[in-house]
Each structure stands twice: as C-alpha cells, then as structure tokens.
C-alpha cells in the first residue's frame, strides 16, 4: 500500500475501523466456506506459510476479535490494515478475486 494512502487511513475514523473489521470478518467466513466446500491446492497453502488453507483463518478470526475488542487507534488500525492487504492477498490468489471487486463484495451492502 502506498504510504500517503496507509497514513490517511491510519487517521482514519472508528467508523472506517469498524467497516474494515465488518468486511474483514466477511470475507473470513466467505473463505471457510469455500474451503470446506473446495479446499484449495497445497501449493496455495504453502504460499501464505500453511499446509492447509483453512487453519490460517483460525487466526485471523482471533486477531479480528482482539483488534474489536482494543477498539480504534492509529496501532490497531494499521495492524487492521495489514490483515486487510492479507485477505485481500487471499482472495486474488486463492481465489481468483479482482482486488476492485473486493470492496463490493464483502462491503456494507
């Protein structure tokens, strides 16, 4: 991500927060289920450091709920930040999701 965009997001709003968790959360629960519907390939996993897809969302979901739980900061948002660009990896690579579409996707409807 690009600093100046990082920094602006980083002073950000709670409101801003929370919709990132929202859609984080979203796209978490999007990908179990595909996972248990079609898990992916082992080279995938082997790409974001797991054997098996479905046991890097475990933690994912906690650090979500922790971030929640400390509530906004310019910290937790950029830690934020960083488990967006992560699901965002994750859904181009495992999935074959257009980073433009992401937003839409797993945004407030």
């Not at 968790?21 to 519907?37: G, H």
Request: glycine residues 8%; hydrophobic residues 30%; aromatic residues 12%.
């Amino acid at each position: 991500m690009l600093k100046w965009l990082r920094d602006k997001m980083i002073s950000g709003s709670e409101e801003e927060f929370n919709k990132c968790i929202d859609m984080s959360y979203t796209f978490i629960k999007y990908a179990q289920e595909e996972e248990r519907l079609s898990p992916s390939s082992i080279e995938v996993g082997h790409r974001f450091g797991f054997p098996d897809l479905s046991t890097k969302y475990y933690p994912m979901i906690d650090q979500l709920l922790g971030l929640s739980k400390k509530g906004y900061s310019p910290k937790t948002m950029s830690e934020l930040l960083d488990l967006d660009m992560e699901c965002r990896r994750l859904w181009a690579i495992a999935y074959g999701g257009s980073d433009l579409k992401y937003n839409k996707t797993f945004g407030p409807k």
